[in-house]
């Protein structure tokens, strides 16, 4: 399988939310692996998350997300701050 990364990501298990809607919605999620460049999100369901969406880290971090992929429970997404 091809590597599209431009960075290595790392295993990660780090609690997360996911902020959308102008701050006025938000969904729970778990951060499994982690890059400089991205990540992978897990969740009970993608459904009605949007494409772009601000992602804040337990630890107070937070990111502008672009959805790369997305499945029924994982959401691998790009930090807008590292474009490709």
Same mark, same amino acid.
């Given at each position: 399988?091809?590597?599209? @990364?431009?960075?290595?990501? /790392?295993?990660?298990? +780090?609690?997360?939310?996911?902020?959308?809607?102008?701050?006025?919605?938000? @969904? $729970?999620?778990?951060?499994?692996?982690?890059?400089?460049?991205?990540? +992978?999100?897990?969740?009970?369901? /993608?459904?009605?998350?949007?494409?772009?969406? $601000?992602?804040?880290?337990?630890?107070?971090?937070?990111? @502008?997300?672009?959805?790369?992929?997305? +499945?029924?429970?994982?959401?691998?997404?790009?930090?807008?701050?590292?474009?490709?």
């Amino acid at each position: 399988m091809s590597e599209n @990364r431009n960075s290595v990501r /790392t295993r990660a298990l +780090k609690g997360a939310r996911i902020v959308y809607g102008n701050g006025s919605m938000t @969904r $729970d999620c778990t951060v499994r692996n982690l890059s400089a460049g991205g990540a +992978k999100l897990i969740m009970q369901s /993608t459904a009605d998350i949007p494409d772009f969406f $601000d992602l804040l880290f337990d630890d107070g971090a937070r990111h @502008r997300c672009v959805v790369r992929w997305r +499945k029924l429970g994982d959401l691998g997404v790009e930090f807008a701050e590292n474009p490709r």
